[in-house]
Protein backbone atom coordinates (compact mmCIF):
# COMPACT_ATOMS: atom_id res chain seq x y z
CA UNK A 1 0.00 0.00 0.00
CA UNK A 2 1.27 3.01 -0.83
CA UNK A 3 0.97 6.72 0.68
CA UNK A 4 -1.32 7.49 -2.38
CA UNK A 5 -3.92 4.88 -1.86
CA UNK A 6 -7.22 5.97 -1.50
CA UNK A 7 -8.45 3.13 0.94
CA UNK A 8 -6.73 4.44 3.54
CA UNK A 9 -6.62 7.50 6.38
CA UNK A 10 -3.80 9.61 7.20
CA UNK A 11 -3.40 10.97 10.80
CA UNK A 12 -0.40 13.04 12.05
CA UNK A 13 0.35 13.21 16.00
CA UNK A 14 3.80 15.31 17.78
CA UNK A 15 4.06 14.89 21.32
CA UNK A 16 6.70 17.25 23.08
CA UNK A 17 9.81 15.91 25.31
CA UNK A 18 9.62 16.59 28.63
CA UNK A 19 12.18 18.04 31.58
CA UNK A 20 11.69 16.68 35.53
CA UNK A 21 11.95 20.13 37.28
CA UNK A 22 12.17 18.14 40.63
CA UNK A 23 11.32 14.44 42.10
CA UNK A 24 12.87 12.62 39.53
CA UNK A 25 13.07 8.66 41.49
CA UNK A 26 11.27 9.88 44.56
CA UNK A 27 8.14 9.60 42.62
CA UNK A 28 8.51 6.19 41.83
CA UNK A 29 7.97 5.39 45.89
CA UNK A 30 4.75 7.66 45.84
CA UNK A 31 6.36 11.17 46.33
CA UNK A 32 5.39 14.15 43.62
CA UNK A 33 7.42 15.35 40.89
CA UNK A 34 7.56 18.17 38.82
CA UNK A 35 7.37 18.10 34.97
CA UNK A 36 7.59 20.19 32.05
CA UNK A 37 7.20 19.86 28.74
CA UNK A 38 10.02 21.41 26.14
CA UNK A 39 9.78 22.17 22.37
CA UNK A 40 11.55 18.85 21.04
CA UNK A 41 8.80 17.07 19.70
CA UNK A 42 8.05 13.37 18.27
CA UNK A 43 6.01 13.18 15.06
CA UNK A 44 4.34 9.94 13.64
CA UNK A 45 2.95 9.58 10.40
CA UNK A 46 0.62 6.49 10.26
CA UNK A 47 -1.18 5.51 6.65
CA UNK A 48 -3.62 3.25 7.57
CA UNK A 49 -5.60 0.65 5.10
CA UNK A 50 -9.13 1.73 6.36
CA UNK A 51 -10.11 -2.19 5.99
CA UNK A 52 -9.42 -5.02 8.20
CA UNK A 53 -7.38 -8.15 6.18
CA UNK A 54 -9.95 -10.63 7.23
CA UNK A 55 -12.61 -7.87 4.99
CA UNK A 56 -10.17 -7.76 1.85
CA UNK A 57 -10.79 -12.10 0.78
CA UNK A 58 -14.08 -12.47 -0.73
CA UNK A 59 -14.73 -16.27 1.13
CA UNK A 60 -13.82 -16.07 4.56
CA UNK A 61 -13.09 -19.45 5.69
CA UNK A 62 -11.35 -18.87 8.93
CA UNK A 63 -8.80 -15.90 9.96
CA UNK A 64 -5.69 -17.82 9.74
CA UNK A 65 -6.41 -18.97 6.53
CA UNK A 66 -7.24 -15.56 5.21
CA UNK A 67 -4.19 -14.66 6.91
CA UNK A 68 -1.49 -17.64 4.86
CA UNK A 69 -2.82 -16.06 1.68
CA UNK A 70 -1.78 -12.44 2.50
CA UNK A 71 0.52 -10.51 0.43
CA UNK A 72 -0.14 -7.50 2.97
CA UNK A 73 2.25 -6.04 5.72
CA UNK A 74 2.53 -3.15 8.38
CA UNK A 75 5.82 -1.34 8.31
CA UNK A 76 7.57 0.96 11.21
CA UNK A 77 9.86 3.78 9.25
CA UNK A 78 12.22 5.05 12.04
CA UNK A 79 13.73 7.89 9.97
CA UNK A 80 16.19 9.46 12.17
CA UNK A 81 17.84 5.94 12.42
CA UNK A 82 17.00 4.87 8.81
CA UNK A 83 15.26 1.65 9.91
CA UNK A 84 12.46 0.18 8.07
CA UNK A 85 11.09 -3.01 9.09
CA UNK A 86 8.12 -4.64 7.69
CA UNK A 87 5.97 -7.75 9.01
CA UNK A 88 4.48 -9.75 7.00
CA UNK A 89 0.65 -10.12 7.88
CA UNK A 90 0.44 -13.60 8.01
CA UNK A 91 3.80 -13.95 9.90
CA UNK A 92 2.20 -11.50 12.48
CA UNK A 93 -1.04 -13.92 12.27
CA UNK A 94 0.63 -16.99 12.53
CA UNK A 95 2.99 -15.95 15.70
CA UNK A 96 -0.09 -14.04 17.24
CA UNK A 97 -1.95 -17.57 17.40
CA UNK A 98 0.41 -18.77 20.21
CA UNK A 99 -0.70 -15.90 22.73
CA UNK A 100 -4.78 -16.91 21.45
CA UNK A 101 -5.16 -14.48 18.73
CA UNK A 102 -7.83 -11.60 20.30
CA UNK A 103 -10.98 -10.45 18.75
CA UNK A 104 -9.27 -7.16 18.46
CA UNK A 105 -7.03 -8.53 15.45
CA UNK A 106 -10.11 -8.94 13.64
CA UNK A 107 -12.29 -6.00 14.30
CA UNK A 108 -13.11 -3.89 11.55
CA UNK A 109 -14.87 -0.16 11.13
CA UNK A 110 -17.98 -1.05 10.47
CA UNK A 111 -18.29 -4.10 13.25
CA UNK A 112 -16.97 -1.24 15.49
CA UNK A 113 -18.47 1.73 14.46
CA UNK A 114 -14.77 2.51 14.84
CA UNK A 115 -15.22 3.39 18.42
CA UNK A 116 -12.18 3.56 20.21
CA UNK A 117 -10.55 0.67 21.77
CA UNK A 118 -11.61 1.88 25.41
CA UNK A 119 -10.17 -1.16 26.94
CA UNK A 120 -6.37 -1.34 26.82
CA UNK A 121 -4.46 -4.52 26.26
CA UNK A 122 -1.63 -5.68 28.94
CA UNK A 123 1.59 -6.58 27.36
CA UNK A 124 2.18 -10.06 29.24
CA UNK A 125 5.55 -11.96 29.28
CA UNK A 126 4.57 -14.38 26.86
CA UNK A 127 2.95 -11.85 24.55
CA UNK A 128 6.30 -9.57 24.94
CA UNK A 129 8.73 -12.73 24.34
CA UNK A 130 6.07 -13.46 21.08
CA UNK A 131 6.48 -9.57 19.91
CA UNK A 132 10.48 -9.89 20.70
CA UNK A 133 11.11 -12.61 18.25
CA UNK A 134 8.43 -11.25 15.29
CA UNK A 135 10.66 -7.74 15.74
CA UNK A 136 14.28 -9.62 15.59
CA UNK A 137 12.96 -12.27 12.55
CA UNK A 138 13.15 -8.51 10.67
CA UNK A 139 16.34 -7.08 12.45
CA UNK A 140 19.13 -6.59 9.73
CA UNK A 141 22.39 -9.23 12.13
CA UNK A 142 24.25 -5.92 12.75
CA UNK A 143 21.21 -4.43 14.56
CA UNK A 144 20.22 -7.76 16.52
CA UNK A 145 21.82 -6.92 19.85
CA UNK A 146 20.10 -3.24 19.55
CA UNK A 147 18.01 -3.32 22.67
CA UNK A 148 16.29 0.47 21.92
CA UNK A 149 15.35 -0.34 19.04
CA UNK A 150 13.76 -4.15 20.35
CA UNK A 151 11.84 -2.43 22.42
CA UNK A 152 10.59 0.58 20.22
CA UNK A 153 9.39 -1.99 17.43
CA UNK A 154 7.82 -3.70 19.68
CA UNK A 155 5.89 -0.65 21.78
CA UNK A 156 4.83 -0.43 18.35
CA UNK A 157 3.62 -3.91 16.97
CA UNK A 158 1.78 -4.13 20.92
CA UNK A 159 0.33 -0.73 20.58
CA UNK A 160 -0.58 -1.16 16.37
CA UNK A 161 -2.21 -4.89 16.78
CA UNK A 162 -4.77 -3.84 19.86
CA UNK A 163 -5.56 -0.77 18.41
CA UNK A 164 -5.79 -1.07 14.91
CA UNK A 165 -6.06 -5.48 14.56
CA UNK A 166 -4.67 -6.68 11.15
CA UNK A 167 -4.87 -3.47 8.92
CA UNK A 168 -2.48 -2.95 6.69
CA UNK A 169 -0.39 0.10 7.28
CA UNK A 170 3.06 1.99 7.73
CA UNK A 171 3.85 4.22 10.18
CA UNK A 172 6.86 6.63 10.08
CA UNK A 173 8.40 8.15 13.43
CA UNK A 174 11.07 11.47 13.62
CA UNK A 175 12.16 12.70 16.65
CA UNK A 176 14.06 15.72 17.77
CA UNK A 177 14.52 14.38 20.91
CA UNK A 178 18.15 12.31 21.93
CA UNK A 179 16.86 8.89 22.82
CA UNK A 180 17.84 7.84 26.60
CA UNK A 181 18.69 10.92 27.87
CA UNK A 182 16.37 11.98 30.17
CA UNK A 183 14.12 13.93 27.71
CA UNK A 184 11.13 11.82 27.60
CA UNK A 185 11.93 10.30 24.22
CA UNK A 186 10.28 7.27 25.04
CA UNK A 187 7.03 8.68 26.22
CA UNK A 188 6.85 11.04 23.73
CA UNK A 189 7.19 7.99 21.37
CA UNK A 190 4.77 6.17 23.03
CA UNK A 191 2.40 9.13 23.46
CA UNK A 192 2.16 10.32 19.88
CA UNK A 193 2.21 6.83 18.66
CA UNK A 194 -1.26 6.44 20.56
CA UNK A 195 -2.45 9.36 19.44
CA UNK A 196 -2.08 8.61 15.68
CA UNK A 197 -2.97 5.47 15.94
CA UNK A 198 -6.09 6.31 17.99
CA UNK A 199 -6.95 8.80 15.24
CA UNK A 200 -8.51 6.46 13.04
CA UNK A 201 -10.54 4.69 15.50
CA UNK A 202 -12.54 7.72 15.73
CA UNK A 203 -11.32 9.44 18.45
CA UNK A 204 -12.27 12.84 17.64
CA UNK A 205 -15.52 11.74 16.21
CA UNK A 206 -16.57 10.21 19.47
CA UNK A 207 -20.15 9.58 20.46
CA UNK A 208 -20.08 11.56 23.86
CA UNK A 209 -21.20 14.73 22.46
CA UNK A 210 -19.69 16.98 25.07
CA UNK A 211 -16.18 15.48 24.43
CA UNK A 212 -16.56 16.69 20.54
CA UNK A 213 -17.48 19.97 21.92
CA UNK A 214 -14.34 20.63 24.30
CA UNK A 215 -11.93 19.11 21.29
CA UNK A 216 -10.01 22.61 20.32
CA UNK A 217 -9.26 23.17 16.68
CA UNK A 218 -6.50 25.14 15.48
CA UNK A 219 -4.83 26.11 12.18
CA UNK A 220 -1.24 25.42 11.32
CA UNK A 221 1.01 26.07 8.21
CA UNK A 222 -2.99 25.37 6.78
CA UNK A 223 -3.05 22.06 8.41
CA UNK A 224 -6.05 21.57 10.91
CA UNK A 225 -4.80 21.08 14.40
CA UNK A 226 -6.74 19.21 17.03
CA UNK A 227 -6.05 19.05 20.71
CA UNK A 228 -7.75 16.74 22.48
CA UNK A 229 -9.34 16.95 26.06
CA UNK A 230 -10.37 14.43 28.59
CA UNK A 231 -11.37 11.86 28.20
CA UNK A 232 -9.91 11.41 25.03
CA UNK A 233 -6.75 11.95 25.68
CA UNK A 234 -6.83 9.94 29.09
CA UNK A 235 -7.56 6.87 26.52
CA UNK A 236 -4.19 8.27 24.87
CA UNK A 237 -2.32 8.56 27.95
CA UNK A 238 -3.11 4.86 28.94
CA UNK A 239 -2.25 3.08 25.66
CA UNK A 240 0.94 5.44 26.04
CA UNK A 241 1.58 4.15 29.62
CA UNK A 242 1.10 0.45 28.35
CA UNK A 243 3.68 1.19 26.09
CA UNK A 244 6.14 2.84 28.25
CA UNK A 245 5.72 -0.37 30.49
CA UNK A 246 7.26 -2.39 27.24
CA UNK A 247 10.18 -0.20 27.80
CA UNK A 248 10.67 0.40 31.25
CA UNK A 249 9.16 -2.45 33.29
CA UNK A 250 7.13 -0.05 36.22
CA UNK A 251 7.21 3.56 35.31
CA UNK A 252 5.60 5.91 37.82
CA UNK A 253 3.39 7.75 35.08
CA UNK A 254 4.99 11.30 34.99
CA UNK A 255 6.26 11.14 31.97
CA UNK A 256 3.28 10.25 29.41
CA UNK A 257 1.32 11.93 31.50
CA UNK A 258 3.46 15.41 30.75
CA UNK A 259 4.42 14.53 27.02
CA UNK A 260 0.23 14.23 26.42
CA UNK A 261 -0.90 16.83 28.38
CA UNK A 262 2.08 19.63 27.89
CA UNK A 263 2.55 22.49 29.74
CA UNK A 264 3.89 21.97 33.76
CA UNK A 265 2.52 19.26 36.50
CA UNK A 266 2.85 18.34 39.94
CA UNK A 267 2.21 14.58 39.85
CA UNK A 268 1.97 11.73 43.00
CA UNK A 269 0.77 7.85 42.95
CA UNK A 270 -0.52 8.60 39.04
CA UNK A 271 -2.89 11.49 39.78
CA UNK A 272 -2.27 15.01 38.55
CA UNK A 273 -2.09 17.43 41.91
CA UNK A 274 -1.11 20.58 40.17
CA UNK A 275 -1.02 21.64 36.59
CA UNK A 276 -0.18 25.02 34.74
CA UNK A 277 -1.22 24.55 30.29
CA UNK A 278 1.08 24.32 27.30
CA UNK A 279 1.46 27.89 26.64
CA UNK A 280 1.32 29.30 30.31
CA UNK A 281 3.57 27.32 31.75
CA UNK A 282 6.36 29.48 30.07
CA UNK A 283 4.61 32.70 31.62
CA UNK A 284 3.92 31.88 35.22
CA UNK A 285 7.60 30.45 35.92
CA UNK A 286 9.88 33.29 34.13
CA UNK A 287 13.14 32.65 32.30
CA UNK A 288 14.21 29.56 30.42
CA UNK A 289 16.06 26.28 30.62
CA UNK A 290 19.54 24.87 29.84
CA UNK A 291 19.74 21.45 29.01
CA UNK A 292 23.47 20.11 29.02
CA UNK A 293 23.47 16.25 27.47
CA UNK A 294 26.24 14.45 29.26
CA UNK A 295 26.65 12.23 26.36
CA UNK A 296 26.54 9.43 28.65
CA UNK A 297 24.45 6.77 27.54
CA UNK A 298 22.10 5.10 30.40
CA UNK A 299 19.08 2.59 30.72
CA UNK A 300 16.18 3.99 33.11
CA UNK A 301 15.07 0.80 34.34
CA UNK A 302 18.80 -0.23 35.58
CA UNK A 303 18.86 3.05 37.49
CA UNK A 304 15.47 2.75 38.95
CA UNK A 305 16.88 -0.69 40.21
CA UNK A 306 19.80 0.15 41.12
CA UNK A 307 18.34 3.19 43.69
CA UNK A 308 15.59 -0.21 44.58
CA UNK A 309 18.83 -2.24 46.00
CA UNK A 310 20.34 1.16 47.63
CA UNK A 311 16.49 1.48 49.62
CA UNK A 312 16.52 -1.87 50.53
CA UNK A 313 19.95 -1.45 52.24
CA UNK A 314 19.12 1.01 54.15
CA UNK A 315 15.56 1.79 54.08
CA UNK A 316 14.90 4.70 57.36
CA UNK A 317 18.00 6.69 55.51
CA UNK A 318 16.52 6.80 52.04
CA UNK A 319 13.03 7.41 53.38
CA UNK A 320 13.96 10.82 54.87
CA UNK A 321 15.77 11.38 51.49
CA UNK A 322 12.34 10.83 49.23
CA UNK A 323 10.82 12.61 51.85
CA UNK A 324 12.78 15.81 51.36
CA UNK A 325 12.53 15.39 47.65
CA UNK A 326 8.76 15.47 48.08
CA UNK A 327 9.08 18.59 49.89
CA UNK A 328 11.18 20.34 47.21
CA UNK A 329 8.51 19.57 45.10
CA UNK A 330 5.91 21.05 47.61
CA UNK A 331 7.68 24.16 48.25
CA UNK A 332 8.22 24.64 44.26
CA UNK A 333 4.24 23.94 43.61
CA UNK A 334 3.62 26.86 46.12
CA UNK A 335 6.49 29.42 45.06
CA UNK A 336 5.28 29.35 41.38
CA UNK A 337 1.55 28.97 42.80
CA UNK A 338 2.43 32.98 44.96
CA UNK A 339 3.89 33.99 42.10
CA UNK A 340 1.44 33.23 39.50
CA UNK A 341 -1.21 34.43 41.56
CA UNK A 342 0.69 38.13 42.68
CA UNK A 343 1.95 38.18 39.00
CA UNK A 344 -1.70 37.52 37.50
CA UNK A 345 -3.33 39.55 39.81
CA UNK A 346 -1.21 42.91 38.98
CA UNK A 347 -1.24 42.36 35.48
CA UNK A 348 -4.84 41.24 35.07
CA UNK A 349 -6.35 44.45 37.31
CA UNK A 350 -7.93 41.46 39.13
CA UNK A 351 -7.50 43.68 42.40
CA UNK A 352 -10.06 44.96 44.65
CA UNK A 353 -11.20 48.49 44.66
CA UNK A 354 -9.91 48.73 48.24
CA UNK A 355 -6.35 47.31 47.73
CA UNK A 356 -6.11 49.54 44.90
CA UNK A 357 -7.00 52.21 46.88
CA UNK A 358 -4.31 51.46 49.66
CA UNK A 359 -1.46 50.88 47.30
CA UNK A 360 -2.09 55.04 45.58
CA UNK A 361 -2.04 55.94 49.75
CA UNK A 362 1.19 54.25 49.52
CA UNK A 363 2.29 56.20 46.30
CA UNK A 364 0.98 58.84 47.59
CA UNK A 365 3.41 59.02 51.02
CA UNK A 366 6.32 57.74 49.49
CA UNK A 367 6.05 59.02 46.34
CA UNK A 368 7.06 56.31 43.10
CA UNK A 369 9.72 54.89 43.66
CA UNK A 370 12.13 54.40 40.53
CA UNK A 371 10.10 53.61 37.38
CA UNK A 372 7.48 51.14 39.52
CA UNK A 373 4.32 51.43 40.85
CA UNK A 374 3.98 49.86 43.92
CA UNK A 375 1.93 47.07 42.12
CA UNK A 376 4.67 46.36 39.57
CA UNK A 377 7.27 46.52 42.68
CA UNK A 378 5.11 43.41 44.26
CA UNK A 379 5.22 41.53 41.66
CA UNK A 380 9.11 42.35 41.42
CA UNK A 381 9.49 41.19 44.94
CA UNK A 382 7.69 37.46 44.16
CA UNK A 383 10.76 37.04 41.22
CA UNK A 384 13.08 38.35 43.53
CA UNK A 385 11.87 35.08 45.80
CA UNK A 386 11.57 32.77 42.83
CA UNK A 387 14.82 33.72 41.67
CA UNK A 388 16.61 33.57 45.29
CA UNK A 389 14.81 30.39 46.01
CA UNK A 390 14.34 28.64 43.16
CA UNK A 391 17.58 27.62 42.40
CA UNK A 392 18.72 26.32 46.18
CA UNK A 393 15.93 23.91 45.15
CA UNK A 394 17.50 22.93 42.66
CA UNK A 395 21.15 22.20 44.05
CA UNK A 396 19.43 20.81 47.22
CA UNK A 397 17.62 18.33 44.86
CA UNK A 398 20.79 17.55 42.79
CA UNK A 399 22.45 16.37 46.31
CA UNK A 400 19.20 14.13 47.23
CA UNK A 401 19.75 12.68 43.90
CA UNK A 402 23.48 11.86 44.60
CA UNK A 403 22.56 10.29 47.91
CA UNK A 404 19.92 8.42 45.78
CA UNK A 405 23.38 6.97 43.91
CA UNK A 406 21.80 8.14 40.67
CA UNK A 407 24.39 11.00 39.70
CA UNK A 408 27.57 10.71 37.42
CA UNK A 409 30.62 12.27 37.33
CA UNK A 410 29.78 13.84 34.00
CA UNK A 411 26.55 15.29 35.75
CA UNK A 412 28.55 16.61 38.71
CA UNK A 413 31.34 18.30 36.05
CA UNK A 414 28.31 19.75 34.41
CA UNK A 415 27.02 21.14 37.61
CA UNK A 416 30.79 22.24 38.52
CA UNK A 417 30.62 24.41 35.33
CA UNK A 418 27.95 25.92 35.93
CA UNK A 419 28.35 26.63 38.96
CA UNK A 420 31.46 29.28 38.62
CA UNK A 421 28.76 31.03 36.86
CA UNK A 422 26.35 31.41 39.27
CA UNK A 423 24.04 28.73 37.80
CA UNK A 424 21.83 26.06 39.73
CA UNK A 425 21.81 22.87 38.01
CA UNK A 426 20.91 19.32 38.39
CA UNK A 427 20.60 16.08 36.41
CA UNK A 428 16.92 15.70 35.16
CA UNK A 429 15.37 11.88 34.40
CA UNK A 430 16.80 9.07 35.62
CA UNK A 431 20.69 10.28 35.82
CA UNK A 432 23.47 7.97 35.44
CA UNK A 433 24.12 10.27 32.46
CA UNK A 434 21.78 11.33 30.18
CA UNK A 435 21.31 15.35 30.46
CA UNK A 436 21.44 18.26 33.09
CA UNK A 437 19.14 21.24 33.76
CA UNK A 438 19.73 24.69 34.67
CA UNK A 439 17.94 26.89 35.08
CA UNK A 440 18.27 30.67 33.54
CA UNK A 441 16.89 33.72 34.98
CA UNK A 442 14.57 35.97 32.14
CA UNK A 443 17.36 38.71 32.35
CA UNK A 444 20.46 36.66 32.07
CA UNK A 445 22.77 38.53 29.32
CA UNK A 446 23.83 37.18 26.03
CA UNK A 447 27.68 37.54 27.08
CA UNK A 448 27.22 35.38 29.94
CA UNK A 449 24.68 32.72 28.14
CA UNK A 450 27.96 32.48 25.62
CA UNK A 451 30.64 32.33 28.05
CA UNK A 452 28.61 29.18 29.77
CA UNK A 453 28.02 27.44 26.47
CA UNK A 454 31.48 28.03 25.52
CA UNK A 455 32.64 26.53 28.69
CA UNK A 456 30.29 23.31 28.49
CA UNK A 457 31.02 22.98 24.51
CA UNK A 458 35.02 23.16 25.58
CA UNK A 459 34.32 20.40 28.32
CA UNK A 460 32.94 18.10 25.63
CA UNK A 461 29.22 18.90 26.15
CA UNK A 462 26.40 19.71 24.26
CA UNK A 463 23.99 21.94 25.50
CA UNK A 464 20.37 24.19 24.33
CA UNK A 465 18.39 26.46 25.64
CA UNK A 466 14.25 26.05 26.08
CA UNK A 467 11.61 26.91 27.40
CA UNK A 468 9.15 25.87 29.99
CA UNK A 469 6.25 24.07 28.65
CA UNK A 470 4.29 24.37 25.61
CA UNK A 471 1.45 22.41 23.87
CA UNK A 472 1.21 18.29 24.65
CA UNK A 473 0.03 15.78 22.10
CA UNK A 474 -1.43 17.71 19.05
CA UNK A 475 -3.62 15.52 16.02
CA UNK A 476 -4.11 16.63 12.50
CA UNK A 477 -5.61 14.49 9.49
CA UNK A 478 -3.15 14.19 6.51
CA UNK A 479 -4.00 14.85 2.87
CA UNK A 480 -4.80 11.47 1.07
N1 LIG B 1 12.59 8.27 17.90
C1 LIG B 1 12.81 7.09 18.44
N2 LIG B 1 13.22 6.08 17.69
C2 LIG B 1 13.46 4.89 18.24
N3 LIG B 1 13.29 4.57 19.55
C3 LIG B 1 12.87 5.53 20.36
C4 LIG B 1 12.61 6.83 19.85
N4 LIG B 1 12.25 7.56 20.89
C5 LIG B 1 12.27 6.77 21.98
N5 LIG B 1 12.62 5.52 21.67
C6 LIG B 1 12.65 4.40 22.64
O1 LIG B 1 12.80 4.97 23.94
C7 LIG B 1 13.92 4.44 24.64
C8 LIG B 1 14.59 5.52 25.47
O2 LIG B 1 13.86 5.69 26.67
P1 LIG B 1 14.51 6.17 28.05
O3 LIG B 1 15.66 5.29 28.42
O4 LIG B 1 13.42 6.33 29.03
O5 LIG B 1 15.09 7.57 27.73
P2 LIG B 1 14.29 8.91 27.61
O6 LIG B 1 14.59 9.66 28.85
O7 LIG B 1 14.84 9.57 26.41
O8 LIG B 1 12.85 8.57 27.50
C9 LIG B 1 14.80 3.92 23.53
O9 LIG B 1 15.57 2.86 24.05
C10 LIG B 1 13.80 3.46 22.48
O10 LIG B 1 13.33 2.17 22.76
C1 LIG C 1 13.44 7.93 37.19
C2 LIG C 1 12.02 8.25 36.78
O1 LIG C 1 11.41 8.98 37.85
C3 LIG C 1 12.00 9.17 35.54
C4 LIG C 1 12.70 8.61 34.33
O2 LIG C 1 12.70 9.55 33.26
P1 LIG C 1 13.49 9.24 31.90
O3 LIG C 1 13.13 7.84 31.44
O4 LIG C 1 14.94 9.37 32.17
O5 LIG C 1 12.98 10.26 30.92
C5 LIG C 1 11.27 6.96 36.57
C6 LIG C 1 9.74 7.09 36.56
O6 LIG C 1 9.19 8.12 36.93
O7 LIG C 1 9.11 6.07 36.20
Same mark, same amino acid.
Given at each position: /?????????????????????????????????????????????? $???????????????????? !???????? $????????????????????????????????? %?????????????????????????????? *??????????????? !? %?????????????????????? *???????????? =????????????????????????????? =????????????????????? #?????????????? %???????????????????????????????????? %????????????? =? !? /????? #????????????????????????? /?????????????????????? *????????????? &????????? /????????????????????????????????????????????????????????????????? $??????????? &? !???????????????????????????
Amino acid at each position: /MGWGDHHRVVWGASAPGKVLLFGEHAVVYGMTAVAASINLRTTVVA $SISNKNEKETMDDIVDPYSV !AAESEKSI $SLHLADLEVRLTWPIREIIAAMGMWGTPERLWW %SPEQSGMGAPAKVVACDDLLLGILHELVQD *QLPAELQNDHALLTC !A %SVFLHLYLHILGCREGEVRVTS *QLPTGAGLGSSA =SFCVALSGALLAPCGILESADQSQVQREE =STSEGGQEMHKLWDPALTLVN #RWAFEGEKVIHGKP %SGVDNNICSRGGMLGFRQGEIMWQVGGQEAGQQLPG %SILVTNTGVGRNT =S !A /MVAAL #RSRIARHPRVMEEILEAANAISAEF /MNLVGAYKREGEGAKDGAKGEE *QEEEEEEEEGKEG &KQGLLSAAE /MEVCAEEQDLRRRLPELIEINQKLLECMGVSHPTIEEVCRITAKFGLASKLTGAGGGGCVLSWLP $SDISCDLLESI &K !AELHASGFRCFQTVFGGEGLQLWRGVD
